[in-house]
């Protein structure tokens, strides 16, 4: 599968919502099945957390995350900046592992 950084998506997200007190059980949703209400923050002040992450195969073709942990620390980091709700890191990191996992096969072949 061929595609430019940000053009080849996943037909499915895994989401986790926030009811005040406490994150729910993440489940995988249609990737264009978001909903975000039109007084959303980001929307009118674009505050976001943005932490980028690299999965890649290696020539063996087991899939590697690179440095998981210290993205999804700095994810919290940000989260906790804004005064977000509180990021479950385990969760998180799970979370992406679970979709790495599920959509392996859409990851390119090492070069």
């Known amino acids: 599968m061929a595609g430019g ?4 998506f996943t037909p499915e997200m895994i989401m986790a919502t926030f009811d005040g007190k406490a994150w729910s ?8 099945s978001m909903q975000i209400h039109p007084a959303a ?3 009118h002040y674009a505050s976001t957390c943005f932490e980028g992450l690299k999965a890649f195969k290696h020539e063996d073709g087991k899939v590697a995350v690179f440095r998981i ?3 999804v620390a700095r994810f919290a980091q940000s989260s906790a900046a804004l005064c977000l709700p509180e990021v479950d890191e385990t969760l998180l990191k799970n979370m992406i592992l679970d ?7 859409m990851i390119p072949d090492a070069p």
């Not at 059980?25 to 264009?32: L, N």
């Open 99 to 105: 979709v790495v996992s599920k959509y392996k096969d």
């Open 25 to 32: 059980a993440p489940s995988f949703v249609p990737s264009d």
């Open 5 to 8: 950084f940000g053009t080849v």
């Open 41 to 43: 923050h980001v929307l």
């Open 69 to 71: 942990d210290q993205n």
